[in-house]
């Protein structure tokens, strides 16, 4: 079942037909007491019933609602002009925002691909956009955008790592706007049948879980040191490679294998040595 958008007639000109008929209505009252005529007041009564029955059939469109008309139970269709709007007052009217919606999920526990528990929440923004099917595909389209956006988190949850453990792997902590995107759409896929549109999705909270944060906590500093030693003993070993080179090409001095491999080891320490080095200045024997 689909939309079908129907322009009823204007609720202006249906107000003033019902004001102006119990106008009618109460001047015939008022005409049947002061002849002392009854038979007045039967007319008054079915012109007075007659504009009861064409109120009802007014309703309000508010900016960005819509109202859904059924029949004994029969779709008709939905009126989205804002406005006042008249229709067969047999029709029962069903409001439906049309405004931009948003909902933060709970906290989930789950595990990542790698098996580490985490915890993990997002932020869905989301419009119905099409009205005969959030109210009939589904039997509450609100709680199923939350069910089912709980759903696709979980399962994004599963597809990812969080932290990357090979060079260019999508992770849920360094990919955030990848990520971002497969979360929309399979959000999106889930919600189609509902009539809903999701506009954004983002994970609005990505944290070990508490009984593993401190050991990750421990493995993510180690891994930061380990890529810093690696640059230091990059940038070391090439600031040795030029140091030999000048000596070598300059002829400051001439260094056999011992002696290069000595003053190799001496330079390494003091350029790899986290910690101020302490020079030991040979004076000879006494």
């Not at 989930?108 to 929440?121: R, T, W, Y």
């Not at 992770?171 to 995107?181: G, I, P």
Request: glycine share 8%.
């Amino acid at each position: 079942m689909r939309e079908v958008l129907i322009v009823p007639k204007s609720g202006g000109t249906m107000l003033a037909y019902a004001l102006g008929t119990i106008g009618v209505a109460f001047l015939l009252c008022v005409i049947a007491a002061a002849t002392n005529s009854p038979g007045w007041i039967l007319p008054a009564i079915l012109l007075a019933g007659g504009a009861v029955v064409v109120l009802t059939g007014l309703f309000t469109v508010g900016p960005n609602d819509a109202k859904v008309l059924q029949l004994f139970g029969d779709y008709q269709g939905t009126v989205r002009e804002p406005g006042l709007r008249w229709v067969n007052p047999l029709y029962t009217k069903k409001r439906v925002s049309l405004r931009v919606r948003n909902f933060e999920s709970e906290r989930l526990k789950v595990n990542d691909l790698s098996g580490n528990p985490i915890e993990i929440a997002a932020v869905v923004v989301w419009r119905v956009v099409d009205t005969a099917e959030a109210l009939f595909h589904v039997d509450d389209f609100t709680d199923f955008v939350h069910v089912q956006s709980e759903a696709a988190i979980r399962n994004l949850a599963l597809s990812y790592p969080y932290d990357p453990h090979v060079e260019g792997e999508i992770a849920l902590r360094s990919h955030t706007a990848e990520v971002a995107e497969h979360l929309k759409s399979e959000i999106q896929e889930r919600l189609h049948q509902a009539g809903v549109d999701v506009i954004e999705a983002r994970i609005s909270h990505l944290a070990y879980a508490p009984e593993i944060a401190h050991a990750m906590l421990q493995r993510q500093q180690a891994t930061a040191v380990i890529a810093a030693r690696q640059k230091i003993v990059e940038g070391a070993v090439g600031m040795v490679e030029m140091a030999l080179d000048r000596l070598s090409h300059q002829k400051i001095v001439e260094l056999d294998n011992d002696k290069k491999a000595a003053m190799i080891g001496n330079l390494l320490v003091v350029l790899c040595s986290d910690r101020g080095t302490q020079p030991v200045v040979n004076a000879g024997k006494g």
